[in-house]
């Protein structure tokens, strides 16, 4: 529609804009964080910077194209597409493992390449034609006006990932490439779960919100905040249990050794501590947009923003690369915080998050499913077998016991989740 196609011209001009004067400014903006750090630092920071000021061309036209599609109801097209994006970061990590880490930003801006060309493709399908003009009307006019506090929210952990490989530079060799690989995993991770999951429910959220059903919309939230802590809960504890096994499986080959997976395993732990903060976070923050509030989650984006600068500056001292990526974890639980203070007082109403009783019991199944697999993979090793093995038996074996688990507590998000499956 020109509608569409209105808004997605105006954020691609506007995105292509902020590309080209970051790019320009990189070192300068780059010099910032790297006072002190050698030549070869600050240009390998300004290198990094440029490739970030480049996602927001794609990443505008991505959210607006699955926005699209969602409206017409192809809410599964964007989970599909999305595995395109994680496909291009894992095809670049491998390359950079035996070639140069000056690769892996790279696997990012070819994720979503991809994916904004599979959306243009999907939306298209969907009856889209694109034409380039600008937006009209005052329906338009409103979105232009939601669509810059939504920018610069939705930016926040990429601002915290930069200024921890910022800082990263400073450190010994091998910090930043840590950094990335463990940050990718975890992007793995996030995208095939919990982003997935929002991806579907998100939608519902929104028409219960147009239609005024209150009680259809807290039915709704609770039941999607519910499913993120039963996905994110035994995700996390997997991490602490099995962070080094997943990264000498997917990374260690070629000129990544086994030094190499240990300073990445330290850094996936600690960025996986913050994964289910993230996932519940980005349900948080879109309550607040189908609400049309924009400025809550600016405003907690920016309280992230100064944790994190804070406790990196604080960490990275004892705890070098690790610290930079705790921080990085305890900002998103900041930001899950201010948002749920925000929306409490905003919102007295919305009950965000489940009972004490229920988050007991998903953290109780979560345990006894990671303790099983931790088991299975000790005893799988008295027998040879390649080393993906072990951990997909491990896998498999926690699955079992998880969903046993909570088949047997009667957990009613089972149900809604096969619902979702059949949609």
Known sequence: SRYTCGILTFSQAAATAIFVLG??????IAGLFTKGFSPEGQALTAFYLRLAFSYAVFSSGISILEAYLQYHGRFYAPVLTGYLYNFGIIAVALLAAVTSHYLLAGGMLLGYVLRWLADLLCARKSGLRFRPCLPQGDAARRTVQLALPVFLSSSMYSINTFVDKSLAAGLPEGSVSALNYGYLLLTLISGLTGSVVLTILYPKLTQAASRGDEEGYQFMLRESASVLLLIGVPFTLGILAFSGEAVQVVYERGAFTGASTSLTASAFLCYGLGLTFLM?????????????????????????ISVNIVLDLLL????EHRGLALATSLAALANLLA????????YPQLQLLPPVGKLARIVLC??????????????????????????????????????ALLRAMKFEELALLRQLRKE
């Open 23 to 28: 790019a320009l400014l990189a070192p300068q």
């Open 280 to 304: 519940l976070a980005d349900l948080l923050t879109r309550v607040c947009y189908t609400r049309q509030d924009t400025k809550t989650p600016i405003y907690c984006s920016l309280v992230s």
């Open 316 to 319: 990275v001292r004892g705890m």
């Open 339 to 346: 948002l749920s203070a925000a929306i409490r007082k905003k």
């Open 366 to 403: 979560a345990a006894a499913a990671v303790g099983c697999a931790v088991g299975v993979f000790r005893l799988a090793q008295l027998v040879w077998m390649p080393r993906v093995c072990y951990l997909g038996l491990a896998v498999l074996a926690a699955a079992a016991v998880y969903l």
